[in-house]
């Protein structure tokens, strides 16, 4: 079996035979167009029982996923979990110990780097200082064989310089170039060549907060332009949430839980993965009773909970150790209990410190019953109300449904 990348799809060639045609030896081939599972959704990478060893370190351990064409997927995870690892397989730079990894619905096991229909943008840009930022982004199709002429790669690269908004900036050289400029170099030189699937290691790492902001905007935007899948390994989970469509949170080689940020972020299966996506307080204890859809949990310092589990989580038992989750944007505060509502859980504390962040202010409320409470207010509650200073005696609260029970894993 054969590929043929082309005009952004991928071809599978098979069956091969010889046939004369006017006295010459040709060979034939059967031509299908990959990815004929009879799935409604076209996917453009999938693992199946992937496993890939380093000797006696499991780096990634039987992953199965797929990700679907023209969607922005991420993995995420802290470092050593399988993620860089799992690009690394897709890319062709190391191949699986264990299982397939599938391109277009093609198998691409054995199949060499520059041979597979992906582009790379890696953390550190890996630009040529001796080239111009023409010169960079042509060079992929200077590689070409046959080689397009001169005319064509000056062509692409015009027209890729304007899709990466950097017109005019052919002729410099890339030290020339601030570091967002010098990442759209290193994305143009990717694009240029019409690959399937773009894949992203960490590409915003060196990049000052403000500018990475924007560069997510970017990057955003220029996948809806191009249309192609993107796939990005962050540890940043912020960096994660704000881009994807899709995100796969690993550990320890494995897939803990995979789906669109809101998702993960709403309805995290476990404690592991809702401390990942986003701040949570946490309060742990044990199950004392499993109702439908509820689940009854008593904490450590005596306090009941009553909350649902989350869907796709694994299900708790009584006994079984448990925590409850709240996020602190869910949580509210006052000077007095009573202006809070009857239904709502409330306790008393004192503000031990105040962070302001601009767009919100992060506090850290000591309370006697559940220990250190993160609080999250937004300014515009603060501009109605009067902010909190440390010292100050309030009362905290938030209503039941923002009680979630999760796996104490």
Request: net charge negative; with cysteine; charged share 25%.
């Amino acid at each position: 079996m054969h590929l043929l990348h082309t005009h952004g799809r991928l071809f599978v060639l098979q069956n091969s035979r010889t046939i004369d045609f006017e006295g010459e030896q040709c060979t034939c081939w059967r031509i299908e167009l990959a990815n004929q599972s009879g799935d409604s959704r076209e996917i453009d990478i999938e693992f199946r029982g992937v496993t890939k060893r380093y000797d006696e370190v499991v780096a990634v351990d039987d992953v199965s996923l797929t990700v679907e064409r023209g969607s922005f997927f991420s993995f995420l995870g802290p470092s050593g979990c399988g993620k860089t690892t799992s690009l690394r397989l897709i890319a062709g730079f190391d191949q699986p110990t264990e299982g397939d990894v599938f391109i277009g619905g093609a198998s691409v096991v054995g199949i060499p780097p520059h041979k597979r229909p992906v582009n790379m943008v890696f953390q550190q840009y890996a630009l040529f200082p001796h080239m111009d930022v023409s010169e960079n982004i042509g060079y992929g199709l200077r590689q070409r064989d046959p080689k397009p002429t001169k005319q064509e790669i000056a062509k692409r690269v015009d027209e890729t310089l304007e899709m990466v908004r950097l017109s005019g900036y052919g002729k410099r050289r890339v030290w020339e170039l601030s570091g967002g400029q010098q990442q759209r170099v290193a994305l143009a030189r990717a694009l240029i060549n019409r690959p399937t699937c773009l894949l992203l290691d960490e590409p915003l790492a060196a990049l000052d907060r403000k500018l990475r902001r924007e560069m997510q905007i970017e990057l955003q935007t220029l996948q809806r332009e191009v249309g192609i899948t993107f796939i990005l390994v962050t540890h940043d989970q912020e960096e994660a949430l704000s881009m994807s469509d899709r995100i796969c949170i690993m550990r320890e080689g494995q897939i803990i839980q995979s789906g669109s940020p809101r998702e993960l972020y709403d309805e995290p299966i476990n404690r592991y993965v809702a401390d990942f996506v986003g701040k949570t307080n946490f309060f742990s204890g044990e199950v004392i009773d499993v109702g439908d859809p509820d689940i009854t949990v008593k904490s450590n310092s005596g306090q009941v909970f009553v909350g649902p589990q989350p869907k796709g989580a694994p299900l708790l038992v009584s006994g079984s150790k448990a925590c409850i989750a709240v996020r602190p944007e869910m949580i509210s505060m006052s000077t007095t209990a009573e202006t809070i509502n009857g239904n709502d859980i409330a306790i008393q504390g004192r503000v031990m410190n105040r962070i302001f962040l601009g767009e919100h202010s992060e506090y850290l409320i000591a309370t006697e019953e559940y220990g250190d409470v993160l609080v999250l207010s937004p300014k515009s509650i603060e501009s109605m109300n009067r902010s909190f200073a440390p010292g100050d005696n309030i009362s905290i609260s938030w209503r039941p449904e923002a009680v979630l029970v999760l796996g104490d894993t």
